[in-house]
C-alpha cells in the first residue's frame, strides 16, 4: 500500500518526473508573479496575443536550427511583439477588435503554414502547441531558471512603480513616470514568461499558468502582498498536483494524460475551489449586514 | 432639459450651482452639489474650520446682483504681491491643443504661493485640459506657462495632482495606506523602497484629512468622498508647492467636503498654491482667492467679487437669461 505522501511524491524519484517538476515550479513562480500584475493591469488579452504572436517565432525558429533553435525564436519575436504592441496600446488604437483578431490568427496562421510542410506535422504542431513537459532536459530547466531570475529582478526592482501606473496611470503620468517605458518593460516580461514555458506547456497552455493562479489569489484575499504569494502556492500546487495525477493516471490506470494539460486542468480545479472559498465567507458576510440592517429599523420602532 | 439655476442657499452664503454644459446633459452629481455645499458652507462659516478670505465674508451679498460688483482690494493685493515673491503659477497669453486641435486660448494671470485659484467653466470648457498643460502633459501652442519659475514639465517633483476618485478602479487590491504612500514615490527615486520618513509623511498626511483610523482599509471599500480625501492625502504627503486638484468635490458628502476644505486651508496657510476646478460657484466664491473663469478660452481672471458676476457667467455659459430675486441670482436658459 503506498500512502498520500508516497503518492504525492514517488513519483519524483524518476528522473524524468523530477526535470518536469524543477521545470514545472519554476514556471509556476515565475508566471504566477507576472500573473498578478497582469490581472492588476487587466492584460490578459495582451498576453492571449504575445502567446499567438510567438508561435511562427517558435516555427521559425525550429525550421532553422532545429530544437535549440526553438528559445532564441520564441524570443525574437516575443521582444518584437511586446514592443509592437506597447506602441499599438501608447497611440490608442487597439480598441478595435476585429483589427486585433485578424491579427492575432494571422500570426497563429503563418507559424500553422509552416509547420505544415513538414512530414511530421501533426506532433510537431503539438509539441509547439502543448509542449513536451515530460521530455524537458536539464538545458530548458537552465534557460528556465535564468529567465525567471531575471524576470522577477525587474519586478521586484521596479514594482512600486509598476503598481502605481497600474493603479493610477494619470497620477503617473502627472508625476513624470514614463508611462510608455513602464508598459514596454512589463510587456517585455511577460513576453519571457511566454518564452520560458513555451517548451514545457506550450504557446497555448501558458495563458493559463499567468492567468489562473493569480485569479484564484484574488477571490481568496484583497491584500497584495497574500495575493502574490498566495498566487505563487496556487501555481506551484497546481503543477505538482498536475503532475502527479498525469503520471498516476498514465502508469498505474494505463490511461494517458498529456502532463501540460493536466496542469492547466488542475489550476482550473484549483480556481474552482478557490470561487467557493470565496462564495462561503461572502454570503455569511452578507447574512449579517443583512441581519444587523433588519435589527435596526426594529429597534428604531421601538423608540419611537 | 435645458434649465439650470444659480440659486440662495441662505442669506449669509449664497448657493451658486452651474450646469455641466450647453448640452444640457444633467450632471450625475447635479443634487448633491445643489444641496451639499448649503450645508458644507454654513458649518465651515459657523466653526469658522476655514481661513476665509477676508474680502470673500464682506462681499458675498453683493456679487451675484450684476453691476453691484466693486472691483475688489483683492486684485490690488495680488499685484502687490507680484514684485514680492515669484509666482507659483504665472500664466501668460497660453493657448493648449490637443494635437492640432487647439482647446483653451488667452489664458492669463498669476498665482502666488499660499493662494487659491478656482478654475470655473462648463463640461469641455478647458478646466481639466489646464491643469494638464501646467504638468506637462498636454503642450503650450501659444504663449507662456511657467510653474514655479520653471518650464510646466520641470517642476513636476513640487506639484502634486489630485485626480477624481472616481476614476480610479475600486476594485484595485490596495490599501488606504498604500494609496498615499505612492505620493512620497518621486521623491523616494526608483528601485529604492520607502522608508521610515516616508510612512511618517503618509501617515500624517492620512491624519490630515481625517483618515488615519482607515489606512489598512482596502480603498475601493471607503466611500467616494473619503476617496477622495485619501487622494489628497496623497499628493500633501508628497509635501507640493503646487497643488492641482480636478473637480474633487463632485458627488462629495458634506463631511468630506469639509474635511477636504480643512486640509486645502491648512496647505495654503503653509504657503502651497492650490489650484482647483470645480463647477461649485459657491465653494469657488467661498475658497478662493482668484477666479479663471473659461470656456473654450479665458472669460475673466480675476478676484472671485469680479468673476463670479452676472456678465463673465453669462459668457461662460451661454446666453442665459438672468433674473433679480433679492440676494440671489436664478439663471434660466430656456
Redesign the interface.
Known sequence: MSTPGDLLIAPFERPFMYRALLEVLLLGTLSAVVGVLVL?RRLAFLTDALTHAVFPGVVIGFLIAGDSGIVPGALLVAVAAAAGFTALVSTRRVTEDAAMAMLLTGCFAVGVVLVSRRESYTSDLTAFLFGRLLTVDSTDITVTAVTAAVALAVLA??H??L??R???P??A????YPVWLLDLVLNLVIALVVVAAVRAVGTVLVIALIVIPAAAA?LL????VV?VLASIGLGVLGGWLGLVASYEASVRHEIRLAAGATVVLALVVIYALALLVAMLPRRSRGARSRERRQRRPASSRGAT | MDRWSIMTGNAQAPCLTAPDGPDGAPSPVAIPTTAAPVAAVATALAADAIALPDQVGAVIPDTAIPGAAIPGTAAGESGGQAGAAPAALSLEHASIAYGRVPVLHGVHGVLHPGRTLALIGPNGAGKSTLIKAVLGLVPVVDGLITVLGRPPGAARREVAYVPQADTLDPDFPISVGQVVLMGRYRGIGWIRRPGRADRAAAQAALEAVGLAHRARDRFGTLSGGQRQRVLLARAIAAQPRLLLLDEPFNGVDVVSQDALLAALSTLTAAGTAVVVSTHDLALAQLISDEVCLLSGRQITFGPPAEALTAEPLRAAYGGAALEIDGRGVVVTRV
Not at chain 1, 221 to 224: I, K
Open positions: 492588476l526592482l521596479i512600486k512603480e503598481l502605481l497600474a493603479f493610477d494619470e497620477g503620468r502627472a508625476a513624470g484574488r484575499s484583497d491584500r497584495l495575493i
